[in-house]
Every structure is written in C-alpha cells, then in structure tokens.
C-alpha cells in the first residue's frame, strides 16, 4: 500500500470512522471511485460555548454554533452521548474540545454525524476551525458566522475578494478566550461541487457510511448515493484541522 496519510491532528488512515465527512478527489466509474485524495472534512473544531449542552433539545453550542444530535450520532473518544458532555463540563468549569462532523441546514444547525472529544477542557493557543456560511457582510477585519465572531486581520494577503455575505468559507486560528474572537490564521473560500460524468476526474463530500475494508475501501454517502471508494491507490489523504 503505497498511500500517504495526512492529519495534523495526528490520526493515520486506520483513524477514519463512520460519520465523518470527507471531500473525495479521484475518479468515479458508476458506483465505484478511486481516490486520489482525501480530505476529512471537519465542521467545527474547537471548545464548547459555556452552558453548552441542552439535553430537551438534543442540543450542543460548539464555537458559537448550533449542533444538533440524533440517534444515529457517532461519539468518539470517551463519550457516549450529550449528557457526558454536560457532566463533563459541570458549571461551566471545562469547555471540552470537541471536533463536530456533520451538515448545516438553511438555519445554520450542524446536524452532527460524528463527534470526537479531544480533550477534557480547552488549552488557551490550541489551533480551532469553524466551517460555515458568513451571517452578513464582513467589516474591515471581521465576519460572523453563526455566533461566532472572527478576526481575519492577521490572515496573509486579508480576505478573499469573493467573500460576501452568504459565502460559505473554512476558518483556522485560535481562539482568544477574553472576549471569545476566533483570532484566523486562514480563510478558505469553499465552493459546492457538482457530479460528474463516468471515468472523470471528480471532486465530491459526503459522509463515511462504513469502512468496508480497514486501509483499503470505505462507503461513501453523497450526492449521488452510496459509491465505494478504494483507497489503496491514494497519493494522500489529508483532513482538514486546525493548523
């Protein structure tokens, strides 16, 4: 297997669990692909929001934005469900670290496929990342998204020109626990893709069903179904963090 795993958080490739999203770039033959690449694809990475957990609602805050859990949630790493996490947190004395996958409805709610607890409590300096759509327009050097407060005023060469109200962008930094400001590193512009036609190259998200084979073929849940993805022919396979 001549694959080159990448995670700046850290995992290899036998890391990779149902529930995570992942961003496929290779070619697709029907319902079999062959990836070239793998980007895991994080939704938000970083503390929960004091008060974080709302149990009638199934409800999490993660970084100023709203998670929604259901039965088919996967926890990882020590938790089970909401309620460890609000046990964990107590009166707001921890502020766990969790890395949420999932999707975004058209309020903005991350409908939560998998999440994985880093940590107990949040390290001031630890790397975040929010992925999600800007709430207005951006100021001089700051943007919203969902609650969510972000400086890109140190981010090299500033904001993308594309980047308005509505666009859905990747933010990496840290957090500055005083006043809670995402302090960005990075921001990425992202862009929905499309399907493709048999045998060409491709680029599609969707959500690991299962892992069908360890370090070789997974299921994927995309756009267009369920696609077996084989991955002993990737050149790299990268997730999307915090660095």
Known sequence: DSTNFF???????SGLMAGMMV?????INGTNGRADNIAVLRHVDGPMDDNGVDLATNGLKVMGQDVVV???TVFDNGITNLA??????????????LEVHGSADNNGVIHAAFIHK???DHVAGNGVQVRGTLAGPPTATTFVIGRQTVNFGAVPGGLPARVVAGSFVEVKGSLRVSDNVLLATSVKLEDATGGQPSGSRV???GYVNRVVTPNASFELIGPNGVQ????TTVTTVFTGGTG
């Not at 460890?84 to 670290?97: I, K």
């Not at 077996?228 to 991955?231: D, F, M």
């Open 84 to 97: 460890d996490l609000q046990t964990l947190q107590g009166a707001n004395v921890n502020h766990p670290e």
């Open 23 to 27: 961003a496929i770039f290779g070619t």
């Open 7 to 13: 995670d700046d958080r850290g995992r290899d490739k």
């Open 203 to 205: 680029e599609v998200e």
């Open 228 to 231: 077996t993805v084989t991955w």
């Open 118 to 120: 880093w940590a107990d």
């Open 70 to 72: 259901d039965a088919s």
